[in-house]
DNA sequence: CATCGTAAGCACAGATGTTTGCTTAGTGGC
DNA sequence: GCCACTAAGCAAACATCTGTGCTTACGATG
């Protein structure tokens, strides 16, 4: 052959953080294409071109692989942004919710998190750790509307209101209303909360 | 052996019935043993007493099997009472739905629903349609209501604010409220959409 | 009671996923 | 520049899942 540079060919082994990369990349190219019914080690492997091996080592399952990959998309992806005020920053929380599950990937990927999910009966504190870990979002929220002086929903009003609509939709498919969405799930949320007239 | 009777011994051969009953009642203990994560066809086989090869005739895919199982048991246990109002057969209906998702085995069965979720990119119909399965209940509700004179909530308000709480809850194993949860959500429900106070 | 269709069971084969021992490229410390 | 450490790659064994051809029990029908 001819060739007189070679350029970096002699790289038959990728660095840790190539593989990495590879194996992420990897991972949300097959959960797009086949939606998580070919999301296999060895299929992963071979996409990313990587000896399937590094993958076992690595993250020892494919739980624990989905787990890692999906925590650091969804927090590179699902940005947390100071409007200055509590429905301010809810409603941009919920619009990037909302514009995430619009693609296909960003569906795969939340659905993914309850696949991930430990399952086990007797899992129920890695559960809830792991939960939490995605909530942390809305906890930054509430922390930050107390420290200016408003009063939060309660958690629990914000994960019924705001984030099981998001994750039905996501997990199940179902396409958000295509305009005005996170206004009226945040304002539903605060009317119900701030104007208790039941007790 | 000294046994005079010979009780039906000579059954070397389950009867279809008995094969579907076996192997729904090895996919509940298995979901409720491990969790879903030991749910493969032969171990299901092997645990209900019957050749794994009846399974894959029968059913063809371990998705196909738990969206059967699962459709079986949610409209076994969570029935749909006619209370003669709208308020009242929603609360009925968050109720049961409370309950079943109290215990592993309806947590999982949820879940599970959740799993065997049709999921490629091109899946949108078939999983618009299996979603719609489980929607049966409420658009009954719905019907019934509008039949009395009443005026139902959309079917998206529902989703929102009923369906996606306990789905939720189930699929991420976080427990409801301890008393009061049915009515809290049916009125929020009925109180945003009764009471428009905003346009 | 004879016959037929259905579906369960069995044995076996092929494909796929999982794991281990070993070698070796890349990286940083001395 | 030498050495040690980490993690990637390779090959092969191992386990498990998936699917097929065949036989045969069971139930229905006449």
């Not at 007189?4 to 990349?25: D, L, M």
């Amino acid at each position: 052959m001819g060739v007189t540079s070679k350029q970096p060919t002699t790289r038959s082994r990728k660095s840790p953080e190539e593989v990495r990369s590879a194996v992420h990349q990897a991972v949300i190219d097959l959960l797009s294409a086949s939606g998580g019914a070919e999301l296999t080690i060895p299929a992963i492997a071979q996409h990313a071109g990587v000896n399937h091996t590094s993958v076992y080592r690595r993250w020892g399952s494919r739980e624990a692989l989905l787990a890692d990959v999906v925590t650091t998309r969804l927090e590179r992806d699902w940005p947390l942004d100071d409007t200055g005020t509590l429905r301010g920053d809810l409603i941009a929380w919920v619009r990037a919710g909302v514009a995430s599950i619009r693609t296909t990937e960003g569906r795969l990927l939340v659905r993914a998190v309850a696949l991930s999910m430990p399952s086990g009966p007797d899992a129920q504190a890695d559960r809830a750790q792991h939960f939490r870990r995605r909530l942390h979002a809305v906890e930054r929220i509430r922390e930050r509307a107390t420290a200016r002086g408003e009063t939060p929903p309660p958690l629990e009003s914000i994960l019924d209101q705001l984030v099981a609509p998001l994750y039905l939709r996501a997990i199940f498919g179902i396409e958000p209303p295509a305009s005005g969405y996170p206004e009226l799930l945040v304002d539903r949320l605060l009317d119900s909360t701030g104007a208790p007239g039941t007790d």
